[in-house]
């Protein structure tokens, strides 16, 4: 099954993105990926579609968010903040978790409250 075109661009969009980042040529970004440049070429110019496994392969070897691909209209949100809190949130145990929701859920509804 392919991405949709809007998808696709996306997709492309966040690849081109991430190649020039990491300042690779397609050529050495292929080879990185283990796949073809025509591949590479064809990925960026949204012809064509990665596999499931492959796109999990690309997001994960260059850093993209697959947030970023799947849900673009909240792209916003996934700002280096954003994922420095992801990953901080990873190494806290539940008890850590619990304080760290309860602090947000008052953040949320101290801005909700003062915005009303």
């Known amino acids: 099954m392919s991405l949709s075109m809007k998808d696709a661009q996306i997709f492309s969009n966040a690849l081109k993105k991430a190649r020039k ?9 292929a080879e ?3 796949h073809s440049v025509s591949f590479q070429k064809d990925l960026e110019r949204c ?9 999990y392969h690309i997001c994960r070897t260059l850093s993209i968010s697959a947030d970023d691909c799947i849900f673009s209209e909240d792209s916003q949100k996934t700002d280096d903040t954003y994922h420095e809190l992801l990953r901080l949130l990873s190494l806290c145990d539940e008890s850590s978790l619990k304080v760290l929701t309860a602090t947000a859920t008052a953040l949320i509804n101290e801005k909700h409250n003062t915005s009303v």
């Open 32 to 34: 990185l990926l283990d």
């Open 21 to 29: 980042k990491l300042h690779l040529t397609q050529a050495t970004c």
């Open 47 to 55: 012809r064509c579609s990665p596999s499931i496994e492959n796109f």
